[in-house]
């Protein structure tokens, strides 16, 4: 969520200061308000982000189509002099693989994203492997003749040079309204932003339904059905990562932890499918995919170790910064129950003060409060925004 919502920080406020440099503090200002922005919503109403999502995502088929039609009326035009030695590898350094891999694995990432919301999905059974056929499908084909239509306008030094690639096509494409493609691409961002949030807060939610995380973040509004307690969570966790990296080497140590974690699962379900070949299920593939798709995971997050040492080893540190928190949640068996005592009576604490474990009411005042600092924070960091 961190990387989208900085690309999305990035695009919204380039047009205001190009041709010069944009402030990086500027953009975390513009990422950090799109954050709350977003997590509000999703504390408010589950319908209205999921129908926000549904104009966003037509809204960005409108951008991907925008980007592609000039790239082709080019390539129809006979320029096809950026292709050439398009597959040059005498450049190529082995060791850059698994970061380049991260960034375009990064593109097509959003599929896993269904499984988090598989309970609010109707008939899940038919519509889940549906709907990743089809958004694959359409997915690859979409990005695939963008990349081709930003390499029709722009030469690839233009592109590696360009910190925001759809500001620099939309000035040499599209001269006129050369503002309007990164406000469309920035809405893009939103739209992807507010769907990885309302995924991830429901696997926090159902960690803690299950004993895998504190009961606090199990709960819900009781009018609003949202799971406040996990939304709030990932406020300070993104602001955070916000302020101290960037784009590129968030994406670099999150996906780390993303890949390993995704591959761990696949090779889960390949023991799992041997050891219980009797259990149902609704919808299996060749396990031949799931093996190449294992293979390439492992492949990817070792040389990444060799490739990027400081951010990988960073998302490493954090991974194993859950281990404490599984041990004293899931495996509470296998320390002292000394250590145990203290973290078990806070949180039932938690849960006797806040009443009714779906009641959230007490909440309500923590929502204010975090509303009244931020607003303070702005008022304190615009005049200096003004200023740098």
Not at 34 to 50: D, E, F, R
Not at 142 to 160: C, F, H, K, M
Not at 213 to 238: E, K, N
Not at 312 to 320: D, H, V
Request: aromatic share 12%; hydrophobic share 50%.
């Amino acid at each position: 969520m961190a990387v989208v919502s900085l690309a999305f920080g990035r695009y919204l406020i380039e047009p205001f200061f190009a041709p010069c440099n944009v402030p990086p503090l500027a953009v975390k200002l513009i990422t950090t308000t799109g954050v709350t922005l977003v997590i509000a919503l999703n504390c408010w109403s589950v319908s209205w982000s999921a129908n926000i999502q549904t104009v966003l995502t037509a809204l960005k088929m409108v951008t991907i189509g925008l980007v592609i039609v000039p790239g082709m009326m080019a390539l129809g035009n006979g320029h096809y002099e950026n292709f050439h030695d398009s597959f040059d590898t005498t450049s190529l350094v082995i060791e850059k693989l698994p970061l380049a891999f991260y960034s375009g694995m990064f593109a097509y990432g959003g599929w896993f994203y269904l499984n988090f919301v598989t309970e609010e999905i109707v008939n899940p059974k038919r519509n889940i492997p549906l709907a990743v056929v089809i958004s694959l499908t359409v997915v690859t084909v979409g990005y695939l003749l963008t990349n081709v239509s930003y390499y029709a306008i722009l030469t690839p030094q233009e592109i590696l040079n360009s910190d925001a690639v759809a500001v620099s096509f939309a000035d040499k494409g599209f001269k006129s309204i050369s503002s309007v493609i990164p406000v469309l691409v920035a809405l893009s961002c939103f739209g992807a932003l507010n769907g990885g949030i309302f995924a991830a807060s429901r696997m926090l939610f159902a960690a803690a339904r299950e004993g895998q995380w504190p009961a606090l973040f199990s709960m819900i509004h009781l009018q609003r059905h949202t799971p406040l307690p996990a939304l709030i969570l990932m406020l300070p966790l993104i602001y955070v990562m916000v302020s101290i990296g960037d784009l590129y080497g968030l994406l670099n140590f999150y996906s780390f932890a993303r890949w390993l974690f995704i591959g761990l699962v696949t090779l889960g379900l390949m023991i799992h499918r041997y050891r219980h070949p009797e259990v149902p299920r609704p919808f299996k593939v060749p396990l031949v995919i799931p093996l190449v798709f294992t293979i390439a995971c492992f492949f990817i997050v070792g040389m990444s170790l060799y490739s990027d040492p400081v951010n990988t080893s960073i998302g490493c540190a954090i991974t194993l910064s859950g281990l404490p928190v599984y041990y004293l949640v899931v495996q509470k068996t296998r320390i002292p129950r000394c250590c145990t005592s203290k973290f078990s009576k806070y949180d039932q604490q938690c849960v006797q003060d806040l009443g009714n474990p779906c009641d959230l009411r007490s909440f309500l005042h923590t929502s204010h409060c975090l509303s009244s600092f931020l607003s303070f924070l702005s008022s304190c960091l615009i005049p200096s925004l003004l200023t740098y």
